[in-house]
C-alpha cells in the first residue's frame, strides 16, 4: 500500500474522532488570548498519542514534535490557531457553543481538530518518513498582536528551526471535498484606526455657536475615501474601511465629541506606510480647518500574507495527487487578514484554504457570522491532506 493510500485509510480510521474533537472545541470556544483549557485539551490529546509536547508556549501555545527516521535530516512545521471570537451563536446544532457571547466563527475548531488528527497519523507513520515536523497550535490569531507573532518571539521557529510552514483555513465558499491555493501575494495586511473628533457641542438648534463634531467626522469619513481612489497606484488592491461611528448627541443636541473606528487593508508594504500617514494628516487638517480637533491613532496590525510560490505550486501538485486535479481550485486575492502572515515574512511558507460548503445540507454561511458552521465531511480531508502535503514536502514520496 502507498504512503498516500495509508494516510487516507489513518485519516478515515480517525475520522469520528476529528469530528468528536471539533465539537468538543466549538462547544467550549476560548477568546484570544484566554485558551487555557483549550491548550490543556490539545496537549493531553498529544500526549494521549506519545507526542512529544510543549505547553504553555507564548502563555497558551502548544508545540509538539514527531521525529521520523532520520529527524535531522529536514523539519517542517505546521500551524493550527485556536481561538474564537465575541459572536453569539444562533445554530441550531448539538455541539452548539456553551458559552454565551463566544463562538468559533471563523473555523478554528476545524484546524485545531484537523492538526490533531493530522498529528495523530503521522505519528503512527513516523517509521516511513524522515525527517521532523512541528505541530504549532497557537492562541490569539483574531486580535493584534496576534499569537503568531508571540509564538515567533517565544521561538517556535527555532530547536529546530522549520525550513517551511504550511497553514489552512476553512473556506466556506469552497463545497466540502476541495481545496485552494494561490502562490505568491494572497491576503492583504491589516492596520486599525481610532479616530476621536473633538468639538465643541450644544443645542442642536444653535449651530452657529457650536463646532459640530458630527459634521466634522462626516467630511472626514468621506474624504479618507480620496487617499484610495486618488493616491493609490490602480493595480495596488487597497480598502479603507469604517465600521464604527459613536456620536452620544440626540435629535436636538450636538456632543462634544465624535469617535470613530475603522481598518485600512492593503498588499503593498511601502503604500502601507504611505498611507497610514496620510490618514492621520488628512483627519487632522480636516478638522483644524472646521475648527475642531482630530486625535487619531493607527495601530499597527498583521503584514500582508505571502505564500512562496515554488513551495505552493509543489503543494498544489501534491494535493493534485491526493484529492485529483477536479479538488484543486486557484484561488484569488482575499482582502482578509491572518497572523499567519508573521510566518511567511520569516520562513517559506503556504497557507492554503479547506472547503466546507454543503449547500444541500444548508452549510453555507459565510465566517464571522452567528450561523457559520461546516461540512464535517471535511475534517477527514484536511487531517489526511496535511499529513500527505507534509510527508511530500519532506521529500519522502
Known amino acids: 500500500?502507498?504512503?498516500?493510500?495509508?494516510?487516507?485509510?489513518?485519516?478515515?480510521?480517525?475520522?469520528?474522532?476529528?469530528?468528536?474533537?471539533?465539537?468538543?472545541?466549538?462547544?467550549?470556544?476560548?477568546?484570544?488570548?484566554?485558551?487555557?483549557?483549550?491548550?490543556?485539551?490539545?496537549?493531553?490529546?498529544?500526549?494521549?498519542?506519545?507526542?512529544?509536547?510543549?505547553?504553555?508556549?507564548?502563555?497558551?501555545?502548544?508545540?509538539?514534535?514527531?521525529?521520523?527516521?532520520n529527524p535531522g535530516k529536514k523539519t517542517i512545521?505546521?500551524?493550527?490557531?485556536?481561538?474564537?471570537?465575541?459572536?453569539?451563536?444562533?445554530?441550531?446544532?448539538?455541539?452548539?457553543?456553551?458559552?454565551?457571547?463566544?463562538?468559533?466563527?471563523?473555523?478554528?475548531?476545524?484546524?485545531?481538530?484537523?492538526?490533531?488528527?493530522?498529528?495523530r497519523i503521522l505519528n503512527e507513520l513516523k517509521n516511513e518518513f524522515e525527517g521532523t515536523i512541528?505541530?504549532?497550535?497557537?492562541p490569539g490569531e483574531e486580535k493584534i498582536p496576534g499569537g503568531a507573532s508571540l509564538m515567533i518571539k517565544d521561538g517556535v521557529l527555532e530547536n529546530p528551526a522549520p525550513l517551511?510552514?504550511?497553514?489552512?483555513?476553512?473556506?466556506?465558499?469552497?463545497?466540502?471535498?476541495?481545496?485552494?491555493?494561490?502562490?505568491?501575494?494572497?491576503?492583504?495586511?491589516?492596520?486599525?484606526?481610532?479616530?476621536?473628533v473633538k468639538g465643541k457641542g450644544g443645542h442642536a438648534a444653535m449651530p452657529d455657536k457650536l463646532i459640530d463634531p458630527v459634521l466634522i467626522a462626516s467630511h472626514i469619513i468621506i474624504s479618507l475615501q480620496q487617499i484610495i481612489s486618488r493616491n493609490c497606484d490602480p493595480k495596488t488592491p487597497a480598502v479603507l474601511s469604517f465600521g464604527k461611528v459613536i456620536a452620544n448627541g440626540?435629535?436636538?443636541?450636538?456632543?462634544?465629541?465624535?469617535?470613530?473606528?475603522?481598518?485600512?487593508?492593503?498588499?503593498?508594504?511601502?503604500?502601507?506606510?504611505?498611507?497610514?500617514?496620510k490618514?492621520?494628516?488628512?483627519?487632522?487638517?480636516?478638522?483644524?480647518?472646521?475648527?475642531?480637533?482630530?486625535e487619531v491613532t493607527i495601530l499597527d496590525g498583521y503584514p500582508f500574507l505571502k505564500n512562496t510560490p515554488e513551495l505552493t505550486l509543489r503543494m498544489k501538485q501534491a494535493a493534485v495527487d491526493y484529492l485529483g486535479a477536479d479538488n484543486v481550485i486557484d484561488l484569488d486575492i482575499w482582502m482578509a487578514a491572518e497572523d499567519f502572515a508573521y510566518y511567511t515574512q520569516k520562513i517559506d511558507a503556504c497557507f492554503y484554504r479547506l472547503g466546507v460548503r454543503n449547500e444541500t445540507k444548508g452549510i453555507t454561511s459565510g465566517v464571522h457570522t452567528p450561523t457559520f458552521n461546516i461540512d464535517e465531511d471535511a475534517l477527514e480531508l484536511g487531517a489526511g491532506l496535511m499529513a500527505w502535503l507534509a510527508v511530500k514536502e519532506l521529500g519522502n514520496v
Open 1 to 69: 500500500m502507498s504512503l498516500s493510500q495509508k494516510i487516507k485509510e489513518l485519516a478515515r480510521k480517525y475520522s469520528s474522532d476529528i469530528i468528536a474533537d471539533r465539537r468538543h472545541l466549538h462547544q467550549n470556544p476560548e477568546l484570544s488570548f484566554e485558551e487555557f483549557e483549550t491548550c490543556k485539551y490539545v496537549a493531553a490529546k498529544l500526549k494521549n498519542f506519545n507526542i512529544e509536547t510543549q505547553e504553555g508556549v507564548a502563555k497558551t501555545g502548544v508545540v509538539a514534535l514527531v521525529k521520523g527516521k
Open 134 to 138: 512541528k505541530f504549532i497550535f497557537q
Open 77 to 119: 512545521a505546521l500551524r493550527a490557531d485556536m481561538d474564537a471570537l465575541p459572536i453569539i451563536e444562533t445554530n441550531t446544532v448539538p455541539y452548539k457553543s456553551k458559552k454565551e457571547g463566544v463562538m468559533h466563527a471563523c473555523g478554528h475548531d476545524v484546524h485545531t481538530s484537523s492538526l490533531l488528527g493530522t498529528a
Open 164 to 196: 517551511n510552514i504550511l497553514g489552512q483555513h476553512v473556506a466556506p465558499a469552497i463545497p466540502a471535498g476541495k481545496v485552494g491555493f494561490r502562490p505568491g501575494m494572497y491576503m492583504a495586511s491589516a492596520d486599525e484606526i481610532y479616530i476621536t
Open 250 to 277: 440626540a435629535t436636538n443636541v450636538i456632543p462634544d465629541e465624535v469617535k470613530i473606528e475603522g481598518t485600512f487593508r492593503t498588499l503593498n508594504e511601502d503604500w502601507r506606510r504611505e498611507a497610514k500617514k
Open 279 to 294: 490618514i492621520k494628516k488628512m483627519a487632522e487638517g480636516i478638522a483644524e480647518t472646521m475648527g475642531g480637533i482630530a
